[in-house]
C-alpha cells in the first residue's frame, strides 16, 4: 500500500483536531468516522467492496498498515459481508488514541500533558504541521467551491465529515450554513464513502443496536453462544494490533 498520501482515518482526525484548544471536536461520533474512514481506506486499496449495504472482503492481503490490517482480519474472520451499521457500530476500542498516537510519531502533533479543573489528568495534542491540515480542508474548499466532483478520497472525506458532525467545526456560524449544505452533498460523489457516512448517521440514530431476533429459545441460546465466541478472539485481536501500532508504520 503506498505511504505517500495520509490515510482518510489520519485526514478526518487531522480535520477534528482544534488547534487552539488541543481536543477534537465530535469525539463519540469521531470515533464512528474513524472505523468508517478505516472501510472507504481499505476499499481504496482493493482490499474490500460494497455488497448492497453490506462490506465484502475480495482480497484478505494486508496493507501493511498495522490498524488497517486488524480491521481487515477481523472482516475476513466475519466469513460473509457484514452490514455496515453494524461493523461501525460495534466496539473500537481505542481506535482514536492509536491514530493520535501514530500522528504524535510522525511529529504531526504534540501530546501536550495537563490536568481538568485542577485534578483529572488529561492529555491535549497540539498540531506541530498546521500547514497539512490546511492542505486538508483546502481540498474541501475547492471541492465546495467550484462545484467540480472531487476525487474518491476527497468525496468519502467530506461525507464523513458531515456524517461524524464536523461541519459547524470546519465552516461555523452562519456565514458557513451555503459550505455545510455543499459539504453534504459532496456524499454523492462516492458509493463507498456514501455508504459508510450513511451507515455512520444510522449508528448515531440508533440503527446499529437494532439485532436480529432468533428464531426460537434455542436458537436464541445458539446465537448467543457464538456471538461470545465470535468476540473474544476479536477483541484480542484488536488489542494485539493497538499494540503492535505503537511501532511506526509508516514513513512521511
Known sequence: MSRSRRTIPEELLLLALDPATGTTAQPQSLDLGLAGAQLVELALAGRIAPDGDRIAVVLPRPTGDPTLDCALELLRRRGS????????????LGLRQTY????????????????????????????????????????????????TPPDARTAALAALAHAVGLGKHLY???????????????????????????????VQNGAGA???PATSPRG?????????????????????????????????
Open 220 to 252: 436464541r441460546k445458539a446465537a448467543q453462544a457464538g456471538g461470545t465466541a465470535q468476540q473474544v478472539p476479536e477483541q484480542r485481536l484488536h488489542r494485539e494490533v493497538v499494540h503492535a501500532g505503537a511501532r511506526p508504520s509508516m514513513s512521511h
Open 100 to 147: 493520535l498516537s501514530h500522528l504524535e510519531r510522525c511529529g504531526m502533533v504534540h501530546a501536550v500533558e495537563s490536568q481538568m479543573c485542577g485534578v483529572l489528568p488529561t492529555t491535549r495534542y497540539q498540531a506541530m504541521d498546521t500547514a497539512v491540515s490546511r492542505q486538508i480542508k483546502a481540498r474541501l474548499d475547492t471541492a465546495i467551491r467550484t462545484g
Open 172 to 202: 461555523p456560524g452562519n456565514e458557513g450554513r451555503s459550505s455545510r449544505s455543499r459539504l453534504r452533498d459532496l456524499i454523492r460523489h462516492d458509493p463507498m464513502g456514501g455508504l459508510v457516512a450513511h451507515a455512520v448517521l444510522d
Open 210 to 212: 437494532q439485532r436480529r
Open 81 to 92: 459481508p457484514v452490514r455496515a451499521v453494524h461493523w461501525i457500530g460495534g466496539p473500537r
